[in-house]
Every structure is written in structure tokens, then in C-alpha cells.
T-cell receptor
């Protein structure tokens, strides 16, 4: 079956760096998305990777290794507003999105 | 962001009620989606519409009935729901079906009593 694994919850300190991992098993692969969702709000698009490597967008970076079925989201210079859930989703060969259950990130002062 | 608007934000209904959720997108997108989000579970895709035509129905019970009158509006009609249907219902849109990112509304928090 198709599956996405990501940690349920992580805690980090304001100003630090945190890496949220995501592993996927899908029938074919057409890319991987990361979304951010604050409590009670809509998920918002952060990144899309389809080729191996690291893509940087300001304080956020996303990495993909297709051979390992692995991605991570790297958040630098953490701010309190980064407290949110981070959703990983992979596109299979039929362009169906397979979602993870999300990682709740708690930032402490 | 006001690109995708959902109403109402909260809804409490009894099992015998009939209600509708509304979604409107102002992004000029061609695809619209209904998702169910339950605590600590992955998003569950319910329905997909491409250019107003329903292209996917992921084995959703018939007590959920979607309607897409045009490419900007999407409804989810609810009747005789069960308590386990209590969840956050998210509407989303995208430019096209394939690898375009989804733009979500803030959702309707539904409680079935």
C-alpha cells in the first residue's frame, strides 16, 4: 500500500534549527509537497520538490532523495509563529496525493 | 488569504438535520476538492471536480452529496450524518489536477450530535 511517515510531534527552541523528516512509499512518484497549517486555519503551501536536492526559500528549505524515498523540511532561526503542523504529501504515478498525518511543531521560548 | 472562502466556519447539527457547506474560490482555478480532516489522521480526499465535472468520488457515503454549479463554487450537502462524521471539512482549489499546489479554505468545523 501507499504510505507516508512523519513524526507526530516535535519540540524546538526559538532561534534554533529543526528538521522534520518524511518518508514515503508510493506507486510511482511525481513530486512531494510540504504544507504548513496553524491551528484552526487552512493548510498553506510551502514547497514542492520533484528532483533530488535541496531547495531554499528564506528560512525554510526542503530536501528530496528519490532513491531513498525521503524528504525533510528544514526550518532555521525559529520564531514562535512557526508553531504549527507541517504536512507532507507525495504525488503518486496517477497524480493522487498521499498525505502524512502531519507533524505538530512546538516552539518554546 | 481570501482566495478560497468557506462558510460556515462552525456547524453543529443533529443526525436528522440537512445542511450544506459552501466553498468559493476567486483564484481562477479549474479544479476544486473536498477533504475531510480528523485529528491525527491524514487528509482524506472526498471529491474532486475538474471544470465542473466530478472526476473522483473516493467511496464516500451517500449522506455526503457534492454539487459544483460552476468552476468557482462548490457545495457539500449533508443529511442524516453520524457522530463519526464530526471533523474539519476543507475545500481546496488548484490550477490544474496534476502537480499544482492546493489552495485551501479555512474549513468548516462540523460537530454531529
Amino acid at each position: 500500500g501507499q504510505n507516508i511517515d512523519q513524526p507526530t510531534e516535535m519540540t524546538a527552541t526559538e532561534g534554533a534549527i529543526v528538521q522534520i523528516n518524511c518518508t514515503y512509499q508510493t506507486s510511482g512518484f511525481n513530486g512531494l509537497f510540504w504544507y504548513q497549517q496553524h491551528a484552526g486555519e487552512a493548510p498553506t503551501f510551502l514547497s514542492y520538490n520533484v528532483l533530488d536536492g535541496l531547495e531554499e526559500k528564506g528560512r525554510f528549505s526542503s530536501f528530496l532523495s528519490r532513491s531513498k524515498g525521503y524528504s525533510y523540511l528544514l526550518l532555521k532561526e525559529l520564531q514562535m509563529k512557526d508553531s504549527a503542523s507541517y504536512l507532507c504529501a507525495a504525488l503518486d504515478s496517477n497524480y493522487q496525493l498521499i498525505w502524512g498525518a502531519g507533524t505538530k511543531l512546538i516552539i518554546k521560548p | 488569504e481570501t482566495g478560497v472562502t468557506q462558510t460556515p466556519r462552525h456547524l453543529v447539527m443533529g443526525m436528522t438535520n440537512k445542511k450544506s457547506l459552501k466553498c468559493e474560490q476567486h483564484l481562477g482555478h479549474n479544479a476544486m476538492y473536498w477533504y475531510k480532516q480528523s485529528a491525527k489522521k491524514p487528509l482524506e480526499l472526498m471529491f474532486v471536480y475538474n471544470f465542473k465535472e466530478q472526476t473522483e468520488n473516493n467511496s464516500v457515503p451517500s449522506r455526503f452529496s457534492p454539487e459544483c454549479p460552476n468552476s468557482s463554487h462548490l457545495f457539500l450537502h449533508l443529511h442524516t450524518l453520524q457522530p463519526e462524521d464530526s471533523a474539519l471539512y476543507l475545500c481546496a482549489s488548484s490550477q490544474e489536477r496534476e502537480n499544482s499546489p492546493l489552495h485551501f479554505g479555512n474549513g468548516t468545523r462540523l460537530t454531529v450530535t
